[in-house]
């Protein structure tokens, strides 16, 4: 499905599903409420999907470079990102580790890597961002290319629950610049230390995300990701669109991947119903992004590291909800009213 199409037809919650499992809940050998966050999940599950099923989980891995590396806001250079692609590939990266724990696939997309050949996927827009300090990132041809090809990622993946992740070298730069731009915050709220800048190297990154906010011009939400943001970011936005279109819920990862979401519900109004806040990142931002997008993260584990790592360690609590619901007795089942 065009991501277009899937983004003018987000479903409504099902909330005769989640009142059915508020009352299967209530009616479990416990106090009413007394496993906190883990009701919530079953009943947000429920009402996500009509009938809560964690099912198989996929790891949707986004790589694109960004020419704002040039602005040296980053402790490594772009040649990075197509390195990190293969070690995704090869399943040395932490996100492989974690995911197989948790019995998901993962597949590693090449969007918009600079180097000649990748052993991701390949669905590559353009060889890297334009410098966003300087010009905008993408044209709205590309950013769409790139929306679509998130879409068509989660349809190939069959599977019931999506982790979108990222890499690409400079993209917490992008994310904080789109974050300024979606939300009205400064660059000093928006910018975090990304791959480990510090004093007055992050300085001169908050400089040039500043920069970068002043030189647009964009209004639209389609327009400020194609100005601000990077090919990887679109990507996990058209998989979060077309995930919610299915009735899939997302569980979102860091600050990349919440600015991506936030990309995502603009471009689809109602999207936000079917995600899901695996954690808050040590990012600097992260805190401000959840409060934009309205999450509240399941985990707080000091992580910063991306590629969807902080989603996939949530997961497991989602499988855990699921059993809560299925394998409890009910006071009716010892015997008592």
């Given amino acids: 499905m065009n991501w277009r199409e899937a983004a003018e037809n987000i479903p409504e919650i099902d909330q005769t599903a989640a009142e ?27 009402g996500m999907q009509g009938d809560l ?12 470079d960004h020419g704002v590396t040039a602005e040296r806001v980053s402790l490594y250079g772009s040649e990075v990102t197509a390195l990190m692609a293969q070690n995704f590939v090869t399943g040395k990266a932490a996100v492989n580790v974690l995911a197989r724990q948790i019995g998901a696939d993962v597949y590693v ?10 052993a991701a996927i390949n669905r590559n827009v353009r060889r890297g961002t334009g410098n966003i300090a ?10 769409k290319q790139a ?22 070298i400079g993209n917490t730069t992008a994310s904080s610049a789109l974050l300024c731009a979606y939300t009205g915050l400064s660059p000093e709220a928006a910018a ?24 647009s011009d964009a209004k639209e939400p389609l327009h400020i990701l194609a100005d601000l943001g990077g090919l990887e970011i679109a990507a996990m936005a058209g998989a979060m669109v077309r995930a919610a279109s299915m009735r899939k819920p997302v569980l979102v990862d860091g600050f990349i991947a919440t600015v991506a979401a936030i990309a995502a519900a603009k471009l689809a109004p109602g999207a936000e119903r079917f995600f899901l806040y695996g954690h808050k990142s040590a990012e600097a931002g992260h805190a ?10 399941l985990l707080d584990l000091g992580m910063r590291l ?21 394998e409890m007795a009910t006071f009716a089942d010892i015997g008592l009213a």
Wanted: aromatic content about 2%; glycine content about 14%; overall charge negative.
């Fill in 20 to 46: 059915q499992m508020r009352m299967h809940l209530d009616s479990l050998t416990k106090p009413q409420g007394s496993l906190g966050r883990l009701e919530e999940l079953a009943v947000t599950l429920s």
């Fill in 306 to 326: 991306g590629e969807g790592t902080g989603a996939a360690a949530a997961y497991p609590l989602l499988k855990m909800a699921q059993a809560l619901t299925e």
């Fill in 192 to 215: 975090g230390s990304g791959t480990g800048v510090e004093g007055p190297q992050l300085k001169h990154k908050i400089e040039v995300i500043g920069r970068a906010v002043k030189r």
């Fill in 134 to 143: 300087k010009e905008p990132a993408m044209t709205a041809a590309e950013v």
């Fill in 109 to 118: 997309y090449n969007v918009g890597i600079d180097a000649a050949d990748t």
């Fill in 288 to 297: 401000a992004a959840l409060e934009a997008a309205g999450g509240k993260p």
């Fill in 53 to 64: 099923q964690t099912g198989k989980p996929a790891v949707l891995v986004f790589a694109g």
């Fill in 147 to 168: 929306l679509q090809i998130g879409a068509d990622a989660v349809e190939a993946s069959k599977a019931d629950i999506i982790i979108p992740g990222d890499m690409g």
